[in-house]
């Protein structure tokens, strides 16, 4: 039996989703719905989350591994990387994407929390791992870090080369048959939940603290935005996350 981790909330202006367990946690976030736009869906995701108060931190996101803490020179100007860390309350953090998985980590104990965007490239340089260091060198621990993983592209639809393949054998080794899926084609499927799922675990973030949406952003056009469905030209999934 799989219970529903998300559920949506209706706004006068659109829709965004959540996980309700992970509001509990203490971490508020949302990630914002087709029907909000990109544009600005943050300033309004903030304001209905009550966020707005708060600098918001964003990043030029190019698919690496480069972890930032956020401090108000990096709110003022954004650098690139593609994962944020807050070793306090009082900030909003910032993704986009159209398939990449958008992950959502929190400390319960220290309180410190986090946003990563791993798409393939990210997920093979290991962005989550590193992003899990730098949590747990500043004294958040594995056993109270709780990790979710929103709405992004899963083995069902996302389809690759035998170069990413092979790139993630030569990085990752035998355990990344364990992330290959046959497709319906000659190319295989990459499971990106299973390879972050794996990072967390090794990082000692225990499975039953690894909340998942599920959501298929191809799968579910209906509800987001997604790079691969919409054939390139689309707009992004907002995800933002902080503690007032
Ligand atoms: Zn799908």
């Given at each position: 039996m799989s219970t529903r981790t998300w559920c949506l909330e209706t706004t006068d202006r659109g829709r965004y989703c959540r996980l309700p367990a992970l509001t509990r946690l203490g971490l508020t976030h949302g990630f914002s719905c087709r029907d909000l736009g990109s544009s600005e869906a943050d300033g309004f995701l903030a304001g209905i989350l009550g966020l707005q108060q708060l600098p918001l931190a964003r990043l030029r996101q190019q698919h690496t591994s480069t972890v930032h803490d956020v401090s108000a020179e990096l709110v003022k100007t954004p650098p690139v990387g593609d994962a944020l860390v807050a070793r306090q309350a009082g900030w909003a953090l910032r993704l986009q994407t159209a398939d990449c998985l958008p992950l959502l980590l929190v400390d319960t104990r220290s309180g410190h929390y986090g946003v990563v965007h791993a798409g393939w490239r990210g997920t093979l340089a290991g962005v989550l791992h590193q992003t899990l260091q730098a949590l747990h060198s500043a004294g958040s621990g594995p056993g109270s870090t709780w990790m979710a993983i929103g709405p992004g592209i899963r083995a069902c639809c996302f389809e690759i080369g035998t170069e990413v393949v092979t790139a993630f054998r030569a990085r990752?080794?035998?355990?990344t048959r364990h992330w290959m899926r046959p497709g319906a084609g000659s190319r295989p499927h990459l499971d990106l939940v299973a390879a972050n799922r794996f990072q967390a675990a090794q990082a000692g973030v225990p499975a039953a603290q690894v909340l998942d949406t599920g959501l298929c952003t191809r799968c579910r056009r209906d509800l987001f935005f997604s790079y691969r469905g919409d054939g390139g030209a689309t707009g992004r999934i907002i995800t933002l996350a902080g503690r007032p």
């Open positions: 990752w080794g035998e355990r």
